[in-house]
Each structure stands twice: as structure tokens, then as C-alpha cells.
């Protein structure tokens, strides 16, 4: 799947969160609409394997990174966590 179909369906809320991804974000405090936020206007998307893409989008002074199966339909957001080192995940400053 092109990146430019996946960041319009991300942009149209076109995903559901699995449960795996809802526990994660529980127990890293991540407020999902932190996540929808990041998911509708995204910094960056880089695929990571077949059928699984990393969105990546600044929150405050943190990188937040959301891990997403694009081939399901509708895509499934895996799991989401925030992180200070940005330059090491980042592919663009």
C-alpha cells in the first residue's frame, strides 16, 4: 500500500486500536487522543516491514511513535509510545 493512501485513510480516522495497542497506551499514560491527533496530521510515516508502517509526530519535547498494520481493513493501530530520543527514530530533523 502507498504511504500517500495510508496517511489519508489515517487522516480520515479510517483505523480501530487493537487491544494490545489500548493496554500499552494505558500503561505508558498515552492519551489516545494523543494518538488520533498524531495519526491525522503525522511528521512522518516510514514503513517498517511488509504491511506494517511507524507514524511518527511530536508531542511537546517527546517523539511519539505509532505502530500500524496497514493490511486489514480498517488498519489496526498495534502499539504507541513516546520517546526523548528523537534524533535516533527521526529520518527527517
Not at 16 to 31: I, V
Amino acid at each position: 500500500m502507498e504511504l500517500s493512501v495510508i496517511e489519508q485513510a489515517l487522516a480520515g480516522g479510517l483505523y480501530r486500536f487493537t487491544d494490545h495497542a489500548q493496554e500499552q497506551m494505558g500503561r505508558r499514560q498515552l492519551a489516545e487522543a494523543d494518538v488520533r491527533l498524531a495519526l491525522a496530521s503525522p511528521d512522518e510515516i516510514l514503513p517498517v516491514r511488509a504491511g506494517r508502517v511507524v507514524v511518527h509526530a511530536m508531542l511537546k519535547t517527546y517523539l511519539l511513535r505509532v505502530f500500524i498494520d496497514v493490511e486489514p481493513q480498517p488498519m489496526e493501530v498495534v502499539t504507541a509510545y513516546r520517546t526523548s530520543k528523537i534524533d535516533r527514530y527521526r529520518s527527517q530533523p
